[in-house]
């Protein structure tokens, strides 16, 4: 556990799993040794559920590690998390106008369903700025797919549809 960096963005029970397997320890004998429910315990190991600081401080002391680490891990874990909702879930809907989807409830738009008439509607009728979020958002070569193009410039539709 020496270089926390390797560690960063990984769910901390995962990494005490891994320590407690590599020192040999059942996970039932070191929950009640720490006073904790082994349920508990199981379920941070597995991912499942996150690593309240006490507990970490537990763990820390009863396996010599270093003060913080697991805080620490669970904090990096938890801003990947939110990184990862924030970029997932839908472009910066503020550059987009809404008139471009008169047909539909543009606040009900599953970007991540329906990313096929989105994009084709984007590019036929988007201007510039909405491309180019769209391209953020999605990704060049998934834009270049749904528009069945194989040039690098996403911008200009090819002349096969």
Do not use: C
Request: no cysteine; hydrophobic share 30%.
């Amino acid at each position: 556990m020496s270089n926390l960096l390797n560690y960063k963005g990984i769910h901390p029970g995962l990494v005490l799993d891994r320590e407690l397997k590599r020192r040999s320890l059942k996970q039932r004998p070191f929950a009640l040794s720490i006073g904790e429910h082994p349920q508990t315990l199981n379920a941070i190991t597995k991912g499942k559920r996150s690593l309240p600081t006490a507990l970490a401080l537990k763990i820390e002391e009863s396996l010599n590690l270093e003060e913080g680490v697991l805080s620490l891990l669970q904090t990096y874990y938890n801003i990947r998390q939110e990184k990862e909702k924030r970029t997932q879930q839908t472009p910066q809907l503020s550059l987009f106008r809404k008139s471009l989807f008169w047909d539909t409830d543009f606040n009900k738009l599953n970007w991540k369903q329906q990313y096929k008439a989105i994009i084709k509607r984007i590019f036929e009728r988007g201007n510039d700025k909405e491309k180019k979020e769209l391209i953020r958002f999605y990704g060049k070569k998934k834009v270049q797919e749904v528009l069945g193009q194989t040039s690098p410039d996403p911008y200009t539709l090819s002349t096969s549809q």
